[in-house]
């Protein structure tokens, strides 16, 4: 599955096309490399999303092949960790 397809799937980023665009602007990572927006993800995957001053880390647990409902998103993507990006780093 496609990583873009993959974070609007699994509720990560809510529109395809702002996934796309995060992929390119190279804020998000597949174990610890820089993904394009049709790298292939698989199950046991890490993913890297820096988004809104925010990193999130989540591990791949299955591929949704339709967007989920809110509940259902930890059956997909397990939050590994999460922290906010301080002002003076950024």
């Given at each position: 599955?496609?990583?873009?397809?993959?974070?609007?799937?699994?509720?990560?980023?809510?529109?395809?096309?702002?996934?796309?665009?995060?992929?390119?602007?190279?804020?998000?990572?597949?174990?610890?490399?820089?993904a394009k927006p049709?790298?292939?993800?698989?199950?046991?995957?890490?993913?890297?999303?820096?988004?809104?001053?925010?990193?999130?880390?989540?591990?791949?647990?299955d591929l949704p092949?339709?967007?989920?409902?809110?509940?259902?998103?930890?059956?997909?993507?397990?939050?590994?960790?999460?922290?906010?990006?301080?002002?003076?780093?950024?």
């Amino acid at each position: 599955m496609r990583l873009d397809i993959f974070l609007r799937n699994a509720g990560i980023i809510p529109r395809r096309s702002r996934a796309k665009e995060a992929c390119e602007e190279g804020l998000v990572a597949i174990d610890g490399t820089v993904a394009k927006p049709s790298a292939e993800v698989r199950p046991g995957q890490k993913l890297r999303v820096e988004l809104n001053m925010q990193v999130r880390e989540y591990e791949i647990l299955d591929l949704p092949r339709v967007p989920v409902a809110k509940k259902q998103r930890e059956n997909y993507a397990e939050l590994l960790s999460h922290s906010r990006v301080d002002i003076d780093e950024w």
